[in-house]
Nanobody, 123 residues
Framework: QVQLVESGGGSVQAGGSLRLSCAAS????????MGWFRQAPGKEREFVAA????????YYADSVKGRFTISRDNAKNTVYLQMNDLKPDDTAVYYC????????????????WGQGTQVTVSS
């Protein structure tokens, strides 16, 4: 079993930045691909970004390319999402996702989910 705990959410103005963190426990972190999803009010959960087990490959939704960066620190069992140039449309609850396969993470089919952290961007 894997436990995921997100942190770092908050309220910012448009153009601002936030860094989300997701700490994992319960399984060897280096064996897990990691990803971030988000869900805005009244909308379905959508893929944001993912990183392979080694960190060598990253994947992004078109809507966040060039603004968000996913990274991982296997020594700290943590994955990060650096979010720059935030827009009101980025307002959502952000969820961490993990699985052995990065393809399953990108598809939203990862076995493990965190509880989410709220990000609110005001104009």
């Amino acid at each position: 079993q894997v436990q995921l705990v997100e942190s770092g959410g908050g309220s910012v103005q448009a153009g601002g930045s936030l860094r989300l963190s997701c700490a994992a426990s319960g399984r060897t972190f280096g064996n897990l691909a990691m990803g971030w999803f988000r869900q805005a009010p009244g909308k379905e959960r959508e893929f944001v970004a993912a990183v392979s087990r080694s960190g060598g490959s990253t994947y992004y939704a078109d809507s966040v390319k060039g603004r968000f960066t996913i990274s991982r620190d296997n020594a700290k069992n943590t994955v990060y999402l650096q979010m720059n140039d935030l827009k009101p449309d980025d307002t959502a609850v952000y969820y961490c996702n993990a699985d052995k396969g990065v393809g399953r993470v990108v598809a939203g089919e990862g076995d493990y989910w965190g509880q989410g952290t709220q990000v609110t961007v005001s104009s």
